[in-house]
């Protein structure tokens, strides 16, 4: 079966024995598209003949266990809800269900105990996991206390306060390796590791923590790595401690070398964050306020989302700003708009509703049609006054012609829908970027931004939360929190951004900022520049690019951290600018692919002629006939329903076509 998340292949996980050892309980998926499978049960002697208990959609957590007395399965289920709950059915099949637990929270992992009074399991009540009791009679409930830990070498207490340059205390990310090379948190730390790592330069991931400036733990004695990260505006700070006793240090912060305005004209976000995205943490709009407050970040988009049937945040969605914002962080909802088939986009800014059902060209369900399309998906939006970007785009360059295509970035550009790009975002930045310069290229004015796509919850997922974040250029950062995100969202869709990862940019085009237009005339226009590079690693390339090419590399000197950069270019035709930094490479300190940086464009438009390009137009052209060969293929309700989303293709098309026609004169 082809499935979206999960492999074609059946499989058969979380086995149960019954109390005779005749028989197992377990999931499965024979007939699911969608989660890991539902609950069946099967004779040993008979392993192919499958019972059916329960129809439903699972999701790795539902760990059925046979009861004592054999006559009862006890397993998780969200079905419902947004929380995964304690459950129990007959072991006959065809049972009706009933729950053992209520709330919004997680209980998972059941497990009766011998004589079947009591049921342990996991949950994240309290936001962290946490071993729990419930009595079967009375549902007394109980968290499984640990009233001591027993060590198998020496340990110490360390207390470590972080401080800013003022000696004031302040919230950052930690991460403390021991001396056995294994990583420590305090005991009700939320301990979080990176998904991904360089193998040649790393043994295991990184592992890290947020504290609120101070955080006591236990470590084992010996040399103790420790470092303290504070977003892309503070330096790292790396030290070893030699630990042979209870110690108390602190370490201060320091702020990279930028301009004394900076802070106040450039406001940073992530456009691009899920509170709650089905992780075994619990999350909360205060939680996440501490999370961004710890990673220097501005600005919060929780941009929710379905997991499949729940869509965990829903309960918190607003079209105003969440009251656990603070003077320091602002936490906004908004949308994920889910369509995989046409490719995912951000909705920000939202005035009225979330956009229901989240998602189309949904296999095997009532939303199967690929309407609406993200054509018309986007105009819903943009009723609301809401801002559509493209999230996570491209892990390479599309190829229409070796490869299937359905994604409409092309189409919804070309047809004025596309407000910003995730130039940076879950997907590797180089391929992105030259999409979006491609897109550039045609004359179309797409804003760069950077979301991280963090499932804040996971403990092992995209992350940290502010990983990859859009900076905005304001005139004046309002203090009313409304009144700030609608100076923010109006900064990206004029284009003041730059995108990062690590390195933060700058850079004027004959005094004009990035998302200028600058019109001049003449036949060789000669042009001055001048920008800056400061980065918390040290970066490979920094580069001027205009119109997809590569016309001035400066060279980085010293630790590669920084440079400024003036000078003049000469260009013939009109043109955007931009500023670029990137490596070839991963680097431990950022948990990403690789370091990456850009600014906005900044636009010169010669003799009053507009920005074009036969080649990439052509390209796009066949891109755009991939994508309505499949979505004229596809099952629609109604023949009004394919024909709306063929026309819009169509139209994109022609915008294309008239563009090659023009670029060719």
């Given at each position: 079966?082809?499935?979206?998340?999960?492999?074609?292949?059946?499989?058969?996980?979380?086995?149960?024995?019954?109390?005779?050892?005749?028989?197992?309980?377990?999931?499965?998926?024979?007939?699911?598209?969608?989660?890991?499978?539902?609950?069946?049960?099967?004779?040993?002697?008979?392993?192919?003949?499958?019972?059916?208990?329960?129809?439903?959609?699972?999701?790795?957590?539902?760990?059925?266990?046979?009861?004592?007395?054999?006559?009862?399965?006890?397993?998780?289920?969200?079905?419902?809800?947004?929380?995964?709950?304690?459950?129990?059915?007959?072991?006959?099949?065809?049972?009706?269900?009933?729950?053992?637990?209520?709330?919004?929270?997680?209980?998972?992992?059941?497990r009766w105990s011998p004589d079947a009074n009591r049921i342990a399991f996991i949950s994240n009540k309290d936001g962290n996991t946490a071993l729990w009791i419930q009595e079967v009679l009375g549902g007394k409930i109980y968290p499984l206390q640990i009233l001591r830990r027993t060590y198998l070498k020496p340990t110490s207490t360390i207390t470590l306060r972080i401080v800013d340059e003022h000696h004031q205390s302040t919230a950052a990310r930690i991460s403390v390796v021991g001396s056995d090379g294994r990583s420590y948190a305090p005991h009700d730390a939320w301990l979080r590791a990176d998904d991904s790592f360089d193998r040649s330069k790393q043994t295991f991931e990184n592992h890290y923590f947020h504290t609120d400036g101070i955080a006591t733990l236990e470590v084992p004695n010996g040399t103790t790595t420790i470092k303290v990260y504070k977003g892309m505006e503070y330096t790292i700070q790396n030290q070893k401690l030699e630990i042979t006793g209870s110690l108390d240090h602190t370490i201060v912060t320091t702020r990279l070398s930028l301009p004394s305005d900076w802070s106040k004209q450039w406001q940073s976000a992530?456009?691009?964050?899920?509170?709650?995205?089905?992780?075994?943490?619990?999350?909360?709009?205060?939680?996440?306020?501490?999370q961004a407050s710890a990673e220097d970040l501005d600005i919060v988009f929780n941009t929710i989302v379905n997991k499949e049937q729940r869509i965990p945040d829903m309960e918190?969605?607003?079209?105003?700003?969440?009251?656990?914002?603070?003077?320091?962080?602002?936490?906004?909802?908004?949308?994920?708009?889910?369509?995989?088939?046409?490719?995912?986009?951000?909705?920000?800014?939202?005035?009225?509703?979330?956009?229901?059902?989240?998602?189309?060209?949904?296999?095997?369900?009532?939303?199967?049609?690929?309407?609406?399309?993200?054509?018309?998906?986007?105009?819903?939006?943009?009723?609301?006054?809401?801002?559509?970007?493209?999230?996570?785009?491209?892990?390479e360059v599309p190829d229409p012609s070796t490869e299937s295509i359905t994604h409409a970035l092309p189409i919804d550009a070309a047809l004025g829908k596309v407000d910003y790009y995730e130039a940076l975002g879950f997907s590797y930045h180089r391929p992105s970027a030259e999409v979006w310069y491609k897109l550039l290229n045609c004359g179309f004015k797409i804003n760069v931004a950077a979301g991280t796509d963090a499932m804040a919850n996971y403990a092992s997922l995209r992350g940290p939360v502010g990983m990859n974040r859009t900076y905005v250029q304001l005139k004046d950062v309002p203090t009313d929190p409304q009144e700030k995100q609608t100076a923010w969202l109006k900064g990206l869709k004029e284009g003041r951004?730059?995108?990062?990862?690590?390195?933060?940019?700058?850079?004027?085009?004959?005094?004009?900022?990035?998302?200028?237009?600058?019109?001049?005339?003449?036949?060789?226009?000669?042009?001055?520049?001048?920008?800056?590079?400061?980065?918390?690693?040290?970066?490979?390339?920094?580069?001027?690019?205009?119109?997809?090419?590569?016309?001035?590399?400066?060279?980085?000197?010293?630790?590669?951290?920084?440079?400024?950069?003036?000078?003049?270019?000469?260009?013939?035709?009109?043109?955007?600018?931009?500023?670029?930094?990137?490596?070839?490479?991963?680097?431990?300190?950022?948990?990403?692919?690789?370091?990456?940086?850009?600014?906005?464009?900044?636009?010169?438009?010669?003799?009053?002629?507009?920005?074009?390009?036969?080649?990439?137009?052509?390209?796009?052209?066949?891109?755009?006939?991939?994508?309505?060969?499949?979505?004229?293929?596809?099952?629609?309700?109604?023949?009004?329903?394919r024909n709306l989303t063929l026309h819009n293709i169509s139209n994109a098309r022609k915008v294309f076509e008239h563009q090659i026609t023009n670029a060719s004169k």
């Open positions: 079966i082809p499935r979206y998340y999960y492999s074609q292949w059946d499989h058969q996980l979380s086995p149960s024995w019954s109390p005779d050892g005749k028989q197992l309980v377990f999931i499965s998926n024979p007939d699911n598209i969608y989660g890991t499978g539902s609950i069946y049960k099967a004779e040993i002697n008979a392993p192919d003949q499958l019972t059916l208990l329960q129809k439903e959609e699972t999701s790795w957590r539902t760990r059925p266990d046979w009861s004592p007395d054999g006559k009862r399965v006890i397993y998780a289920s969200y079905l419902g809800r947004q929380w995964h709950q304690l459950w129990v059915t007959t072991t006959k099949g065809n049972g009706d269900p009933y729950p053992m637990t209520y709330g919004k929270f997680d209980a998972t992992n059941p992530d456009v691009h964050v899920h509170m709650n995205y089905g992780g075994l943490y619990r999350n909360t709009p205060e939680r996440m306020v501490a918190y969605f607003s079209t105003l700003p969440d009251a656990a914002s603070n003077k320091d962080v602002l936490l906004v909802h908004g949308q994920e708009y889910h369509t995989s088939y046409w490719g995912h986009m951000g909705l920000l800014g939202l005035n009225d509703h979330y956009l229901i059902p989240g998602y189309s060209a949904y296999t095997n369900t009532a939303a199967q049609s690929p309407h609406p399309s993200n054509s018309v998906v986007a105009d819903l939006a943009h009723e609301q006054n809401a801002l559509v970007g493209y999230v996570h785009p491209f892990y951004t730059i995108a990062t990862n690590s390195a933060l940019l700058n850079l004027e085009v004959n005094g004009n900022g990035i998302g200028s237009e600058i019109k001049t005339e003449g036949k060789k226009i000669k042009i001055s520049y001048k920008g800056f590079m400061r980065s918390v690693v040290p970066m490979d390339h920094l580069e001027i690019v205009s119109n997809g090419k590569v016309i001035k590399s400066i060279t980085l000197k010293g630790d590669r951290q920084s440079a400024d950069l003036e000078g003049t270019i000469t260009i013939d035709r009109s043109a955007w600018i931009l500023l670029r930094a990137w490596n070839d490479n991963a680097d431990t300190n950022i948990q990403d692919i690789y370091p990456y940086a850009t600014t906005g464009a900044i636009y010169v438009l010669v003799n009053n002629k507009p920005i074009q390009s036969a080649e990439d137009a052509s390209y796009f052209v066949k891109w755009i006939d991939k994508v309505y060969e499949s979505a004229g293929k596809q099952t629609y309700l109604t023949e009004s329903e």
